[in-house]
């Protein structure tokens, strides 16, 4: 079993910066992708950023530039370095674990709230 654990979310001004951490424990396989995605009330959850364990990398259009996605394998650990944040960056943001036919695992989110 694997268990993802989020943390970093939080309050925050328009052009403030946040980070964002995803520990995966458990029986860790690879190749795999992490990730994060987003998710307001009312729409559907959307892609935020993911990178896989050969670290290629994906970004929202919405997000290029501002966030920047990483891992460290050792730790099995991706974070979402967030920067010039906006209101519209308002969600609960989901970490994701992936591999090929094995199906997708979420984290139980953490909100980030941008205020204007």
């Known amino acids: 079993q694997v268990q993802l654990v989020e943390s970093g979310g939080g309050l925050v001004q328009a052009g403030g910066s946040l980070r964002l951490s995803c520990a995966a424990s458990?029986?860790?396989?690879?190749?795999?992708?992490m990730g994060w995605y987003r998710q307001v009330p009312g729409k559907q959850r959307e892609l935020v950023a993911t990178?896989?364990?050969?670290?290629?990398?994906s970004y929202a259009d919405s997000v290029k530039g501002r966030f920047t996605i990483s891992r460290d394998n050792a730790k099995n650990t991706v974070y979402l370095q967030m920067n010039s944040l906006k209101p519209e960056d308002t969600a609960v943001y989901y970490c994701?674990?992936?591999?090929?036919?094995?199906?997708?695992?979420w984290g139980q989110g953490t909100q980030v709230t941008v205020s204007s």
């Open positions: 458990g029986r860790i396989f690879r190749p795999n992708v």
């Open positions: 994701l674990y992936s591999r090929p036919l094995a199906g997708d695992l």
């Open positions: 990178i896989t364990s050969g670290d290629s990398l």
